[in-house]
């Protein structure tokens, strides 16, 4: 009896076992030893922003006309003689020169997974300091084997790369022109 009983009990077993599915999923199988790259919408990844720009531009402008107009008239009581002599000098010169450089971390989720296997990446960060509000947004597509193993990746090795940085509050506005000098600005 004791051997039909287990015979029972061991048969319910392998059939219990037979009917439970696996605990392994191909679909969302992350090792514990690989690459935790993003990959997934949703998934969050730090850009490493180092951005430097600088552009000099400059002219120079000589121009120069002269014209002679000369009329003389003659005759026996008096020597008449009348001239016009006009020139037009001009000269100009101009330079401009402007630099940038911006340096930040800000990290970003995965918004959207194209057909290619590119990532579209976005994200803001706002900084409150002393009243004054800083926000830097970013946006760009990533390439998935672009991304480092720590899931960082350089501004510079996105595609279609929108970074902005903005501001608002005291320190700010002291960086604008005043309303007569914005005036100045627009009339000459």
Not at 9 to 18: D, G, K, V
Not at 27 to 45: A, C, E, P, W
Not at 58 to 78: N, Y
Not at 168 to 177: F, N, Q, V
Request: charged fraction near 20%; aromatic fraction near 6%.
């Amino acid at each position: 009896m004791k051997t039909i009983v287990n015979v029972v009990l061991l048969l319910l077993l392998i059939q219990n076992t037979a009917l439970a599915g696996s605990l392994y999923s191909e679909s969302s199988y992350k090792s514990l030893t690989g690459d935790h790259r993003s990959y997934k919408v949703g998934d969050l990844l730090t850009v490493m922003i180092y951005e430097v720009a600088s552009a000099t531009t400059s002219t120079q402008t000589d121009t120069k006309k002269s014209s002679d107009v000369g009329i003389s008239a003659f005759d026996k009581i008096s020597n008449l003689g009348a001239g016009l002599d006009i020139s037009n000098d001009f000269g100009g010169s101009g330079s401009s020169k402007q630099a940038g450089k911006l340096v930040a971390t800000v990290s970003v989720s995965v918004s959207e997974k194209l057909n290619n296997g590119e990532l579209i990446v976005e994200g803001e960060q706002y900084i409150d300091f002393n009243n004054d509000t800083q926000k830097i947004s970013v946006y760009g597509r990533v390439r998935p084997q672009d991304i480092a193993s720590d899931n960082t990746i350089l501004s510079s090795r996105m595609a279609d790369a929108e970074i902005e940085f903005s501001g608002e509050g005291l320190i700010s506005s002291r960086g604008k022109p005043g309303i007569i000098t914005r005036i100045f600005n627009w009339l000459f």
